[in-house]
């Protein structure tokens, strides 16, 4: 035995039985079932991947990552450069949601689908934030992706169906993401044409190969069966890629070759020029002035905040960088102060707004009514952003709504947490509740960094889509913000967006102390353990119904 091994040998014998022994036994414990947990979930994660593969039918995306100045460049003149990467991240995002609701439902048929995204630009990091929620999982069927092989686009098709093939496939619909009009049916239309059994008289007595119309001239869409698996390589080679004359190429070499494409129906037309939008702009579910000059719809939630409203409204108008493209919404629940007279006040000086406009609502009380009612009054916007009064927007807040928005991945964003306290023109306060009041923030930042978990008084915001997609705010007086959030997790990343942080005003802690904090952790865990949120209102603010219906002045 070498000195190294008697010296620890030794030290072992000292400590056994003592307290520093049990102490280091239970922390390599604690390592050995963390690295156990973690290999459990890699093998988890491998084994839901490989079941995705193994499925007979597999749709393949042709997408690109969106970065600015490098996506649907031909649209630029019309979107700018961010608004046509934009464009690209919402088309790919609306089919991916589209498959996967689709194969939620075709699963309990037996009827399911493999949905492979494959993709240029972007890192793996940046593909993993993107995707994270079309992952494969146990409770949903997923998303696989990989990059696409480099040579031109019929190289870049043969190797991903020979892939797919090679992986079990029985079946390949290869589609491209700037088709706004594709639907599911579509698709399912396509596999139908191609034989389901991995017979060679079924192959031969239906289509092998299927080709969408594309109204230029082209293909949307194409399909394959794996008997044509050897032959994928000479079928896509010598087309005249982006020509109006590539579909009648593609038929003749699918003819040199024994195969007689079966042609869709239905035609339909790419999103890839400024002219396009007239013809698939509904399609799209959005207009071009969405990318290229996006508006913001400002919900502000009121009961008797006459001290607050102004300065509220005020700092929305001077921070914003395009304050022309804002629709502020005061949504009042009821308040018996000056609220709502100073809010028509403000809403007749126009030149205060700054080209902005400015509503006063009449809702039913309870701030996730009241939200869900203003952002409807704010109408057709691009994004939505809920303040409460007493927060003080940073300054090109709709700046960055906007580009935190535009990242792949994002579906939720907030605004990091500060109190007025803490700024150096703040209330004046002791340099105790100064200390705890940073050390709240914080404790906010790490939860919203660790858990993804901001609140509403951090300023949620989203696409107007996104909103419509998941019902808004839940109609409850509490944990409207909280039960939001946690819808949103579901569908994609809720981050603090970088840049300056929303003030928010101290007096609930001013007032309770660290008792509020306190308080509302005691309210969240009720609410993790059932409560429900109504019950737990009545607890906080007191035997309160909602009553009003809501109706607008202004």
């Not at 037309?269 to 400002?298: E, K, N, Y």
């Not at 960094?449 to 998941?470: I, S, V, W």
Request: glycine content about 8%.
């Amino acid at each position: 035995m070498s000195q190294a091994a008697l010296i620890v040998t030794e030290a072992i014998e000292l400590c056994r039985g003592s307290y520093w022994w049990r102490l280091v036994a239970a922390g390599g414990s604690t390592v050995a079932f963390l690295i156990f947990r973690k290999f459990i979930k890699s093998a988890k994660k491998a084994i839901e991947v490989r079941r995705v593969k193994s499925r007979h039918d597999r749709v393949i995306i042709f997408s690109r990552y969106p970065v600015p100045g490098k996506s649907k460049t031909r649209l630029i003149p019309l979107l700018g450069e961010r608004g046509a990467s934009t464009c690209q991240l919402r088309m790919t995002d609306n089919l991916l949601r589209m498959f996967r609701a689709k194969m939620k439902a075709s699963a309990s048929a037996g009827n399911k689908w493999c949905v492979e995204l494959r993709y240029t630009g972007g890192d793996t990091r940046q593909m993993e934030h993107w995707m994270m929620p079309f992952k494969p999982s146990p409770e949903h069927a997923g998303t696989i992706w990989r990059p696409q092989a480099e040579g031109d686009l019929g190289h870049k098709m043969a190797e991903a169906m020979s892939t797919a093939f090679g992986e079990g496939a029985r079946r390949v619909v290869v589609i491209g993401s700037d088709i706004p009009g594709i639907t599911s049916d579509i698709v399912s239309e396509a596999f139908v044409a191609l034989p389901s059994q991995n017979d060679p008289e079924a192959a031969r007595l239906c289509s092998q190969f299927v080709l969408g119309p594309a109204m230029d001239g082209g293909y949307y869409l194409v399909a394959a069966h794996r008997s044509i698996q050897h032959k994928l390589d000479e079928l896509f080679t010598g087309m005249t890629w982006g020509t109006e004359t590539v579909r009648q190429e593609q038929i003749a070499a699918a003819r040199r070759l024994d195969i007689e494409p079966t042609i869709l129906p239905r035609h339909l037309s790419d999103l890839d020029v400024p002219g396009d939008f007239q013809m698939i702009g509904d399609c799209l579910g959005h207009s071009p002035a969405d990318f290229r000059a996006p508006t913001v719809g400002v919900v502000i939630p009121v009961l008797n905040e006459e001290k607050s409203i102004e300065q509220c409204i005020h700092h929305a108008v001077s921070h914003a960088a395009h304050p022309e493209r804002l629709r502020i919404v005061v949504s009042d629940g009821g308040s018996s102060d000056g609220t709502c007279e100073k809010v028509l006040a403000l809403a007749a000086d126009q030149h205060a707004l700054l080209g902005a406009t400015l509503q006063l609502l009449h809702s039913a009380p309870g701030r996730g009514a009241q939200q869900n009612n203003g952002a409807a009054a704010a109408g057709n916007v691009t994004c939505l952003i809920f303040v409460h009064a007493d927060n003080k927007l940073p300054v090109n807040f709709d700046n960055t709504m906007v580009e935190y928005l535009s990242v792949p991945g994002n579906v939720l964003g907030s605004f990091r947490f500060w109190l007025d306290v803490l700024e150096p023109d703040g209330p004046v306060s002791s340099p105790l509740f100064r200390i705890k009041m940073t050390m709240l923030a914080t404790v906010v930042k790490w939860r919203v960094q660790g858990k993804e978990m901001p609140y509403g008084d951090q300023c949620l915001f989203l696409t107007r889509q996104a909103f419509e997609q998941c019902g808004g705010f839940p109609n409850t007086r509490l944990m409207e913000d909280y039960i939001l959030v946690k819808k949103m997790q579901e569908v994609g990343h809720v981050h603090s967006a970088p840049g300056p942080p929303t003030v928010t005003s101290a007096r609930r802690w001013v007032k309770y102390g660290l008792k509020a904090s306190a308080l509302n952790f005691f309210i969240l865990t009720a609410y993790e353990l059932g409560v429900q949120p109504d019950t737990l209102a009545d607890y906080y603010y007191g035997k309160k119904r909602p009553a009003a219906v809501a109706q607008s002045t202004g």
